[in-house]
């Protein structure tokens, strides 16, 4: 039995009060990281745990990263049963409630003593590695450090018993000086390669990240093309997958779905520079290109972005090659390439929807995409509802300036930051998602921009459900704020709504300064409906404060509601009742139930 290792997203399960406070400290400092807890210990957890053992065990045998906040005792006899293979089963780290203590149990060499390591330095506490090459050497082969991979197909179960047994190996690394494999260093028969060819060259290959993979390609190119052509370059040069530290092009394909696809596929991040840099390596280029150059500012993409990023010491080691509607080239570097310095990242902008204001309405794909974020923009008054253990950079801005604020976000995204853009409810109902679509669309430096927009709930769809089912037929939402939309239309639409009998669910229904359009919003619908039709008034919904009252049509007046109100207007066949204890629940039907 074996599992693929999703190591894209750590579970952090704590399963008591004891250990929530650490769980949370672990949980925000972790790429990735999901908190997994019953609901009686975090009602706001990402995910809920329900039957602890049976949870871990699929957590387990669906290849998902554990860190438990628990006893180790309580992962042993939960996860003993599925212990089968070593080289396929994923990491799984134990973690006292005080974060003192942190014990890889599972999966070491797979990811588990960097794991613990990492935890360690959040909590503070001892990472407790046991296997026996860290503990004996302080060298694991098969857990190299960051810029070293190990070639897929080594045989390290007869060298890591060697090891064990005070073997010391011959080291062949005249390509690249691997000074962390010094502790093992010797004049022992056994060979440990260091190499970016693809063929093995010994029992153990260890791949350093030298190659710089250099792209381009047509505008829509479909990624599967890109990833056929940088296959059999790589083939072709016997150039190992693994030896590749980074895919780089040009800023104008920062948001290509095909070049962001292929660095997701070799496991590599994406790196862009600007035109200027690349025409730069003119003199390097094997293939220099006038018309490249007319097109988009420098005599070549695949060779320079290569050669850009393996530095000035490095070198060319395959010439461009061309699909049709692609190309690739790959350069080599002295010593192993550190990606995050190099060229920017691929910015990109996430609209997150914060829902209604409590944590525990928040999408799970929305508090990961805040943990991603390098920098929230956003109204003060957002920002404040995201929990401070969020550690992007904030920015704040004042009520109104909403183009500003925008822009602000798309330029920061643009530099290559991943930007969240943060608003209450659902960012695409009467929010900046429109506007962030409307500036994009009508800017040409933000169309290689990827945007991405995360929904929410939005207060109608939180008050419906506080009350019943007022929303289960036909509705519409209308904007009773005039700041933006003439009058005139906005008594256009209520007109439309009350002929169709739409339940109506108002935003922004009054101000300080504007109150005669919810008055008379009520009388046109209240001329279409009977005044007993039931009406919701929900206030600060998510919030402490919350109230929400149900009331006739006849008796809705302007002053029964503010700007923190959203009301919900029946149709004719709303309904209410009320509980066995008083409580007012409302419905629309659809018609299943005869009347």
């Known amino acids: 039995m074996g599992w693929a290792v999703r190591v894209a997203e750590t579970a952090v399960v704590v399963l008591g009060q004891a250990g929530l406070a650490t769980a949370r400290r672990i949980a925000s400092g972790l790429d990735g990281a999901v908190l997994h807890a019953p609901l009686e210990v975090a009602p706001d957890a990402d995910t809920p745990v329900e039957v602890a053992a049976e949870h871990l065990r699929a957590l387990f045998a669906g290849g998902q990263a554990i860190v438990g906040v628990c006893a180790a005792g309580i992962l042993i006899r939960c996860l003993a049963p599925l212990l089968a293979d070593k080289g396929c089963e994923p990491p799984v780290v134990a973690v006292a409630a005080d974060g003192a203590s942190v014990v890889p149990l599972v999966g070491g060499h797979r990811g588990a003593n960097a794991l613990a390591l990492r935890v360690a330095e959040r909590t503070g506490g001892h990472a407790a590695l046991t296997t026996a090459s860290d503990t004996s050497h302080g060298v694991a082969l098969d857990d190299p450090p960051p810029g070293w991979k190990l070639a ?38 056994t060979r440990v390669a260091v190499s970016v060819a693809r063929t093995p060259a010994a029992p153990v290959v260890l791949h350093p990240q030298v190659l710089a993979l250099g792209v381009g390609c047509e505008r829509g190119t479909e990624p599967g093309e890109l990833w056929e052509l940088v296959q059999t370059t790589l083939a072709a040069a016997d150039l190992a997958e693994p030896a590749v530290a980074l895919v780089a092009s040009l800023d104008l394909k920062a948001g290509e779905p095909a070049v962001l696809a292929l660095a997701e596929r070799l496991g590599v991040p994406a790196r862009f520079f600007e035109a200027t840099t690349l025409e730069a390596e003119t003199p390097r280029l094997a293939n220099p290109s006038a018309v490249v150059f007319q097109e988009v500012g420098c005599h070549g993409v695949a060779e320079g972005a290569a050669l850009a990023a393996a530095g000035p ?102 530099e290559g930051a991943t930007v969240g853009l943060v608003g209450s409810g659902d960012v695409g109902i009467y929010a900046m998602a429109a506007l962030v679509e409307e500036l994009a669309a009508t800017t040409p430096a933000y169309h290689h921009l990827p945007i991405e927009t995360l929904p929410g709930v939005s207060a109608m769809h939180l008050a419906a459900a506080r009350i019943g089912a007022p929303l289960g037929h036909d509705f519409c939402a209308i904007s009773l704020s005039d700041l933006l939309t003439p009058w005139s239309v906005i008594e256009q639409r209520l007109e439309a709504a009350a002929a169709g009998d739409f339940v109506v669910a108002f935003y922004n229904p009054v101000s300080k300064t504007r109150r005669t359009g919810f008055a008379r919003a009520l009388a046109i619908l209240g001329q279409a409906r009977p005044a007993r039709t039931p009406c919701v008034l929900a206030r600060q919904l998510g919030r402490a404060d919350e109230t929400l009252r149900v009331l006739p049509l006849g008796e809705l007046t302007v002053d029964q509601v503010d700007m923190l109100t959203v009301v919900l207007v029946g149709s004719r066949t709303t309904r209410v009742w009320r509980d066995a204890f008083g409580r007012a629940r409302v419905f629309t039907p659809r018609g299943y139930v005869a009347s």
């Open 152 to 189: 897929p197909g080594s045989d390290l179960k007869a060298v890591m018993a060697s090891l064990r047994n005070g073997e010391r190996f011959g080291i062949d690394d005249c390509l690249v000086p691997a000074p962390w494999l010094d502790p093992i260093r010797g004049e022992g028969a």
């Open 313 to 414: 010491k490095g070198r060319l080691v395959v010439a461009k090659r061309k699909s049709r509607r692609a190309t690739c080239a790959v350069a080599q570097a002295p010593a192993p390439l550190d990606a995050t310095a190099i060229g920017r990242p691929a910015g990109r902008l996430v609209l997150v929807s914060l829902g209604p204001g409590a944590r525990a309405q928040r999408t799970r794909a929305a508090d990961q995409a805040l943990r991603r974020c390098t920098d929230l923009v956003g109204f003060t008054a957002y920002l404040d509802l995201v929990e401070p253990e969020v550690t992007a950079t904030r920015h704040g801005f004042p009520l109104g300036g909403e183009v500003e604020r925008c822009r602000f976000a798309l330029d920061l995204a643009r």
